[in-house]
């Protein structure tokens, strides 16, 4: 991953001196078919102009970002404060932050389990360990079976920040890789508990949180509680090429692209 | 064992170059090892000497500038920015309970992990030693001639089976079969994890106890045979202890094979960092630590220090096992036959 941003940085330093039509796009992985989406698009009306994709993550996008090594950077969480200082360090800026497309988290539920929802104190309790038995919460006589994603993982986070409120998870909480396992294992576990991106998947129906459940509207209104944004991040503030890129984005054009993917517009 | 040539050889080019080529190879794939082994050990090595990077103290630096949003709309949600609390890292640290990385105040807590590992490698080796055994029993005692010509090749490619397809194997189909017919409260659990991993450690433990088992003298046999003794009191009571060096031999590898998979258990254990004494609980692994979290972790801070302290503790393991072993086949077996 290392060398990959070191010669895409090389590669750059070379493109940006003979051509200033190439864009470089890196980071989350969540975002990574919506920035292609979105750079097919572009390409497809304005010709001369490139715009190169990759993913590895969004921490691997903001360090990439901080080397020099892409333009933009896509990022499912903010910047942390240690890298808006070391972006400040290099380039007296703290970086730009652009909010490009809307997530909801869902909250994954077996579909023979009778609940329909949960408050986010009732999340919280359940994820953190002090609720252990679905009927504490309203449901039947059973031990509640807790599930996650990976600690490496930017939903893992945002999930800790605001509905742990910082707090640790409980430790006896299965981490599985990747959102499709934990839909497949919630799915197949009538006691099970798991979080995750907006996903489809037979056999679960996703909880409504404070009695809000996740849909267009109330991922796009913000009264769904678990509303994230998908952000992109710059050095400084877009000119020329890159300014008509992220305008083009944020246009309807460039929206109607997000809720195409499977994510929700920002305005 | 060659003879040793007593003739003084004829100088051949060819064969000089080929022999020095080869051992160029032999030198090159021991000097890696030494490199892998001086790379994980110094990224490793900060964490004594408390040189591993601390974080960056949460110093306001204010926020970045924002573009293209339209005034009133912006910040429906709300990202609260926490503060890490977090000691100075010291060694003891690496003995706590808890292993919790990613968290405002990181626990770094190796035990659950150590834990995890022995309960599924302890259900892999004791599921699949007595199979592997047996099965390499029956290859050398009782097979007709062309099972064991068949069988062999068979088992030994089974030791090629990617893992990542018996792991996906146990995570799709056989965790839910084992919970509908054990009742387990949950699907992933440590002795799922071990039951996938014995698919991959019967083929190792199998191969070896066979090869053991083979090198067994015909005198032997042959002479228990000629005292009266059934061919399976001379498997059992003749052969088999004969070969114990080799089969422990077969088994300690069998061990270092469980102990450093990573994609099984990965998939099929739940991943859970807990000490608890059953088997059916879930559990986490060092190896699947590392496979899990090495991906996005901040290059040079604690928590990437301590996973190469976790892999360099797996190397010593399995370059302690390995190396037991092999003495006790080479310098056991070896001279207890010589003499026959």
Same mark, same amino acid.
């Given at each position: @991953?290392?060398?990959?941003?070191?010669?895409?940085?090389?590669?750059?330093?070379?493109?940006?001196?003979?051509?200033?039509?190439?864009?470089?796009?890196?980071?989350?992985?969540?975002?990574?078919?919506?920035?292609?989406? *979105?750079?097919?698009?572009?390409?497809?009306?304005?010709?001369?102009?490139?715009?190169?994709?990759?993913?590895?993550?969004?921490?691997?996008?903001?360090?990439?970002?901080?080397?020099?090594?892409?333009?933009?950077?896509?990022?499912?969480?903010? @910047?942390?404060?240690?890298?808006?200082?070391?972006?400040?360090?290099?380039?007296?800026?703290?970086?730009?932050?652009?909010?490009?497309?809307?997530?909801?988290?869902?909250?994954?539920?077996?579909?023979?389990?009778?609940?329909?929802?949960?408050? @986010?104190?009732?999340?919280?309790?359940?994820?953190?360990?002090?609720?252990?038995? *679905?009927?504490?919460?309203?449901?039947?006589?059973?031990?509640?079976?807790?599930?996650?994603?990976?600690?490496?993982?930017?939903?893992?986070?945002?999930?800790?920040?605001?509905?742990?409120?910082?707090?640790?998870?409980?430790?006896?909480?299965?981490?599985?890789?990747?959102?499709?396992?934990?839909?497949?294992?919630?799915?197949?576990?009538?006691?099970?508990?798991?979080?995750?991106?907006?996903?489809?998947?037979?056999?679960?129906?996703?909880?409504?949180?404070?009695?809000?459940?996740?849909?267009?509207?109330?991922?796009?209104?913000?009264?769904?509680?678990?509303?994230?944004?998908?952000? @992109?991040?710059?050095?400084?503030?877009?000119?020329?090429?890159?300014?008509?890129?992220?305008? *083009?984005?944020?246009?309807?054009?460039?929206?109607?692209?997000?809720?195409?993917?499977?994510?929700?517009?920002?305005? | 064992?060659?003879?040793?040539?007593?003739?003084?050889?004829?100088?051949?080019?060819?064969?000089?170059?080929?022999?020095?080529?080869?051992?160029?190879?032999?030198?090159?794939?021991?000097?890696?090892?030494?490199?892998?082994?001086?790379?994980?050990?110094?990224?490793?090595?900060?964490?004594?000497?408390?040189?591993?990077?601390?974080?960056?103290?949460?110093?306001?630096?204010?926020?970045?500038?924002?573009?293209?949003?339209?005034?009133?709309?912006?910040?429906?949600?709300?990202?609260?920015?926490?503060?890490?609390?977090?000691?100075?890292?010291?060694?003891?640290?690496?003995?706590?309970?808890?292993?919790?990385?990613?968290?405002?105040?990181?626990?770094?807590?190796?035990?659950?992990?150590?834990?995890?590992?022995?309960?599924?490698?302890?259900?892999?080796?004791?599921?699949?030693?007595?199979?592997?055994?047996?099965?390499?029993?029956?290859?050398?005692?009782?097979?007709?001639?062309?099972?064991?010509?068949?069988?062999?090749?068979?088992?030994?490619?089974?030791?090629?089976?990617?893992?990542?397809?018996?792991?996906?194997?146990?995570?799709?189909?056989?965790?839910?079969?084992?919970?509908?017919?054990?009742?387990?409260?949950?699907?992933?659990?440590?002795?799922?994890?071990?039951?996938?991993?014995?698919?991959? !450690?019967?083929?190792?433990?199998?191969?070896?106890?066979?090869?053991?088992?083979?090198?067994?003298?015909?005198?032997?046999?042959?002479?228990?045979?000629?005292?009266?003794?059934?061919?399976?009191?001379?498997?059992?009571?003749?052969?088999?202890?004969?070969?114990?060096?080799?089969?422990?031999?077969?088994?300690?590898?069998?061990?270092?094979?469980?102990?450093?998979?990573?994609?099984?258990?990965?998939?099929?254990?739940?991943?859970?960092?807990?000490?608890?004494?059953?088997?059916?609980?879930?559990?986490?692994?060092?190896?699947?630590?590392?496979?899990?979290?090495?991906?996005? !972790?901040?290059?040079?801070?604690?928590?990437?220090?301590?996973?190469?302290?976790?892999?360099?503790?797996?190397?010593?393991?399995?370059?302690?096992?390995?190396?037991?072993?092999?003495?006790?086949?080479?310098?056991?077996?070896?001279?207890?036959?010589?003499?026959?």
């Amino acid at each position: @991953m290392k060398l990959q941003s070191i010669t895409t940085g090389l590669l750059l330093g070379a493109l940006s001196l003979s051509s200033a039509g190439t864009i470089t796009v890196k980071g989350s992985d969540t975002m990574v078919i919506l920035a292609q989406r *979105w750079a097919e698009a572009y390409m497809a009306d304005h010709t001369g102009v490139t715009i190169q994709v990759t993913g590895g993550g969004s921490g691997v996008g903001i360090s990439a970002l901080i080397n020099g090594a892409t333009d933009i950077c896509n990022a499912s969480r903010p @910047m942390k404060a240690s890298e808006r200082e070391s972006l400040k360090s290099r380039y007296s800026s703290l970086g730009v932050e652009i909010k490009s497309a809307k997530d909801g988290l869902s909250v994954y539920l077996n579909d023979q389990n009778s609940l329909e929802g949960l408050t @986010m104190a009732q999340l919280k309790d359940i994820y953190t360990g002090k609720i252990k038995n *679905w009927k504490e919460v309203g449901g039947s006589d059973a031990k509640i079976v807790v599930y996650g994603r990976e600690n490496s993982s930017g939903t893992y986070v945002f999930f800790r920040d605001n509905v742990l409120k910082g707090e640790d998870y409980v430790s006896s909480m299965q981490s599985l890789p990747g959102t499709a396992a934990v839909v497949n294992a919630v799915a197949k576990d009538p006691l099970g508990i798991g979080f995750g991106g907006a996903a489809y998947g037979k056999g679960i129906k996703f909880a409504k949180i404070n009695g809000i459940a996740p849909s267009a509207e109330t991922v796009k209104n913000g009264t769904y509680p678990l509303t994230r944004y998908l952000y @992109m991040y710059l050095r400084s503030r877009p000119t020329g090429e890159m300014k008509q890129y992220i305008d *083009w984005i944020l246009s309807p054009a460039g929206q109607e692209i997000v809720t195409k993917v499977g994510y929700f517009p920002v305005r | 064992m060659p003879k040793k040539r007593t003739e003084k050889k004829t100088f051949r080019l060819g064969e000089f170059l080929i022999e020095r080529c080869i051992q160029g190879v032999a030198l090159i794939s021991l000097l890696f090892i030494c490199l892998i082994f001086v790379f994980v050990f110094r990224e490793a090595f900060p964490l004594f000497t408390g040189q591993a990077k601390e974080p960056v103290a949460q110093a306001d630096v204010g926020a970045s500038e924002t573009y293209g949003e339209e005034p009133g709309a912006a910040l429906t949600v709300d990202h609260p920015e926490l503060e890490q609390k977090q000691e100075p890292f010291k060694a003891r640290h690496l003995l706590a309970k808890e292993w919790q990385p990613v968290s405002l105040n990181p626990k770094y807590g190796l035990l659950p992990l150590l834990w995890g590992s022995l309960k599924v490698t302890l259900v892999a080796l004791l599921l699949a030693g007595p199979i592997g055994i047996f099965a390499a029993l029956y290859t050398s005692s009782f097979a007709p001639r062309w099972a064991r010509e068949g069988m062999k090749p068979v088992i030994e490619i089974l030791a090629g089976f990617p893992s990542v397809v018996i792991g996906f194997f146990a995570l799709v189909i056989l965790a839910s079969l084992l919970q509908r017919f054990f009742g387990f409260q949950y699907r992933l659990n440590a002795f799922t994890g071990g039951l996938a991993m014995a698919f991959a !450690v019967i083929p190792i433990i199998y191969t070896v106890s066979e090869d053991a088992l083979a090198a067994i003298p015909k005198t032997l046999t042959e002479a228990s045979l000629a005292l009266g003794a059934t061919k399976w009191e001379t498997a059992l009571f003749v052969v088999l202890p004969a070969a114990t060096p080799g089969i422990f031999a077969a088994v300690l590898l069998g061990f270092g094979r469980a102990f450093g998979e990573t994609m099984i258990v990965l998939m099929a254990t739940g991943n859970a960092a807990i000490l608890t004494a059953s088997l059916t609980d879930p559990v986490r692994t060092l190896s699947a630590t590392i496979g899990a979290e090495m991906a996005e !972790v901040v290059f040079g801070d604690i928590h990437y220090r301590v996973l190469f302290f976790i892999g360099a503790l797996l190397f010593i393991i399995s370059f302690g096992l390995n190396a037991i072993a092999e003495f006790f086949v080479r310098n056991r077996l070896m001279k207890r036959f010589k003499g026959i």
